[in-house]
């Protein structure tokens, strides 16, 4: 695999910072997370092919434990408010003093400077903060979350790998690790640039309002619709020769039909809408499957997660990977040809790693059960 050899100490957090570990175990790095004795919340989601250690940051011999295990660390990826890490021991000027080769990757919402650093937030507050959450959703109705994709997970998480990879690719000549300040609200504007630059530079993409253009719900060819069953397909048939297509699809006698508006007239956009939501609602998502499968027309059938695991092609791309519980889950994306990801599926119990990982670390038993029983580090009762 890839990253095999790498070693990461990933603090642990939710959402965005175990998925970042998650890539780098995915892809055959050794990624300790450090788990709280007892956190409030599970730190169990994303957490497939890790090692866990359970430790009490707060007391000075947790905080050597960690220490040590940076100092044998290539990355540590933390999760805390700008200063938590510095008022434990373990900012980036300690630790990088003992371990110069260390990427310290920082997950934090609004970044570790400015008048907002130390706000608390989630991925509404830092789509809202950058602009981005104005362009979400339909025009008749407030801006619409896509969940927390955008920030969490897009700005944050996956920027703050290609951050970490370009410190490992930096290291290479220079010898030294860096700090890698990565952002949820300046990640996600960062991931939105095309909103930004096509406003900019094809402004005729977005002559109206949220929900009122090309890409955000006005179109009435890229859109979704209803079918007979409660179902839903979603329509991109944006180039000419697909709106083309799709007209064929639907029988509505191609893009000559007198009666129907024409593609570009954005001031009968609501009138073509209501044209297609008829139609589609005349048959099953199954039929319009059917019709659709040898038209070349950007028209696909809305999935739910266990019909997206069961697709043809998605099972020959290996999309997905069986797991012990549950419904499938997204195996590890891009797909590399000559050390392709392996991940592992087995999700560790909090701590299940203490001791093992502190017998790599040089402790011996005695100092081991005697941190056990002070209650610095802990195991699965």
Request: charged share 15%; proline share 21%.
């Given at each position: 695999m890839a990253l095999k050899g790498l070693r990461v100490v990933e603090m642990a957090g939710l959402a965005p910072s175990p998925f970042a570990g998650m890539i780098f175990a995915d892809n055959g790095a050794d990624v300790i997370r450090v788990d709280p004795l007892k956190p409030l919340i599970s730190s169990n989601i994303l957490s497939r092919g890790k090692r866990s250690i359970a430790v009490n940051i707060k007391k000075p011999d947790g905080v050597d434990l960690v220490r040590k295990l940076t100092s044998q660390a290539d990355i540590l990826i933390e999760p805390f408010r700008p200063g938590v890490m510095e008022r434990l021991g373990l900012g980036p000027e300690k630790l990088m003093e003992e371990n110069k080769r260390l990427i310290y990757a920082r997950l934090s919402g609004y970044g570790q400077n400015g008048p907002m650093a130390q706000a608390a937030g989630h991925d509404i507050n830092y789509l809202a903060m950058n602009g981005v959450l104005s362009k979400l959703g339909r025009s008749s109705e407030a801006p619409f979350p896509p969940v927390n994709l955008l920030a969490d997970f897009a700005g944050g998480s996956s920027l703050c790998v290609v951050g970490v990879l370009m410190a490992l690719f930096s290291r290479h000549s220079s010898g030294l690790g860096q700090v890698v300040d990565a952002s949820l609200a300046d990640g996600a504007a960062y991931i939105s640039s095309f909103l930004f630059s096509s406003l900019n530079k094809m402004s005729m993409m977005w002559p109206g309002g949220r929900g009122c253009n090309v890409l955000d719900s006005g179109c009435p060819y890229y859109n979704t619709y209803r079918t007979k069953d409660d179902k839903f397909m979603?329509?991109?048939?944006?180039?000419?020769q697909f709106y083309s297509s799709l007209l064929k699809g639907l029988d509505l006698n191609g893009p000559n039909n007198p009666d129907l508006p024409h593609q570009m007239d954005m001031s009968r956009w609501s009138e073509l809408s209501t044209i297609f939501s008829?139609?589609?609602?005349?048959?099953t998502q199954e039929e319009w499957v059917q019709i659709f499968s040898s038209i070349d027309a950007c028209v696909?059938?809305?999935l739910s997660f266990a019909e997206a695991a069961?697709?043809?092609h998605n099972i020959e791309r290996e999309m997905f990977l069986e797991v012990p519980e549950g419904i499938p889950e997204p195996a590890p994306?891009?797909?590399l040809s000559?050390?392709?990801?392996s991940?592992?599926?087995r999700i560790p119990k909090l701590g299940e790693h203490t001791m093992e990982i502190l017998e790599s670390l040089g402790y011996d038993k005695e100092t081991s059960h005697g941190l056990l029983q002070s209650k610095v580090v802990n195991v699965p009762g």
């Open positions: 979603a329509v991109g048939a944006l180039e000419p008829a139609k589609f609602q005349s048959k696909s059938p809305v069961a697709h043809p994306s891009p797909k000559n050390t392709p990801a991940p592992g599926v």
